[in-house]
């Protein structure tokens, strides 16, 4: 493949967005995308919100899209969004990277954010596979996000039946040993549409504040990311069931509970399935109403629409990070 540097690509890496999200008190989206349609919902969304924009892509999303498609679908992003009006900030992130190699790879491929998520390792195998990472980022100016704790559900190829939280003692060891940007903790957020299984009428735990809060405590203004973070909005939910879809006992983190996270020194939070829930209802909808309907642009195209709507909505309702781009 092709060996590109980030910066030919008009991105940015993450610091600079980072350190005015701990100063503000905002959270940056990082929103995940599969597909040309997510990639301009998503940036359509942040430029109408003034927003900086942390795109990211999972190992599997990388394969299923194609990895010498995503350097000129980032240039794109960045080109579009001055059409729009308003140049933003992007970064192109690995979510989840899965091995060294593969991180090593998106980095020469253009990306300027890597995830290496060792979390399922012991954590000195952690640190040692997230050093390795770190130490070729540094030659590339590309940022790194390490994660400590496990969420439960599915985290791309791997997947968690239990979360285990993180330990804030571990956490300044961790740092200093590695030299990461940025890092994921464990407070009780969870991956997919099915992150509780609560009875009828019954509220989703809180997140543990507790252990976000000794965790500032203990390494001040440090950037952390919040992975699960989706809301699994009923209103979607709802449609897809109404348009034949069989989605149930799905959960979410409340808003409300986002909002409190992003005033901390959470500045990176991960939304993907809300985004996939938003657009299958919509093209569920289109061939309801519409069982004729063939051409892609058809139900593509109001199912994008509602991805913009939702994006929007996430960065002034929820983030906080509308308006920052000034
Ligand atoms: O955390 C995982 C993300 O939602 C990406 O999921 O591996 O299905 O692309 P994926
Ligand atoms: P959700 O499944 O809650 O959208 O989380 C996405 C995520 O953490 C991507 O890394
Ligand atoms: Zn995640």
Do not use: W
């Amino acid at each position: 493949m092709k060996k590109r540097h980030y910066k030919e690509l008009g991105l940015v890496n993450t610091k600079a967005m980072f350190a005015q999200a701990l100063k503000e008190q905002f959270a940056v989206p990082a929103y995940n995308f599969n597909n040309m349609e997510q990639l301009q919902a998503i940036v359509t969304g942040c430029a109408r919100s003034a927003s900086p924009l942390i795109l990211q892509v999972s190992g599997s999303a990388r394969k299923y899209i194609g990895a010498s498609f995503l350097p000129h679908m980032a240039k794109a992003a960045v080109e579009f969004s001055a059409e729009l009006g308003t140049p933003l900030p992007i970064a192109l992130h690995l979510d989840h990277g899965g091995s060294v190699e593969l991180a090593k790879e998106c980095i020469d491929s253009g990306f300027s954010s890597v995830m290496i998520d060792a979390s399922h390792e012991p954590f000195q195998e952690n640190i040692r596979i997230t050093k390795e990472v770190v130490a070729y980022a540094r030659e590339h100016d590309v940022s790194v996000e390490a994660e400590l704790g496990v969420l439960a559900g599915i985290e791309d190829e791997v997947s968690a039946e239990h979360s285990t939280y993180t330990q804030p003692q571990e956490v300044e060891e961790f740092l200093q040993a590695t030299g990461v940007d940025s890092l994921a903790i464990s407070i009780g957020t969870s991956h997919g549409a099915y992150k509780f299984k609560l009875k009828p009428g019954e509220e989703p735990p809180p997140l543990r504040f507790d252990i976000l809060e000794e965790i500032e405590r203990l390494v001040p203004g440090f950037p952390i990311v919040l992975h699960g973070a989706s809301s699994v909005l009923p209103k979607y939910v709802e449609m897809i069931n109404q348009y034949g879809g069989k989605m149930e006992n799905t959960a979410g983190i409340p808003e409300e509970q986002l909002r409190r996270a992003t005033a901390s020194a959470v500045c990176k939070v991960n939304i993907d399935s809300d985004g996939r829930l938003a657009m299958t209802a919509v093209i569920r909808r289109v061939f309801a109403e519409k069982p004729g309907e063939f051409d892609p642009r058809k139900y593509l195209g109001p199912a994008r629409e509602a991805l913009i709507e939702l994006i929007m909505h996430k960065n002034s309702e929820v983030l906080g990070s509308a308006g920052r781009v000034r």
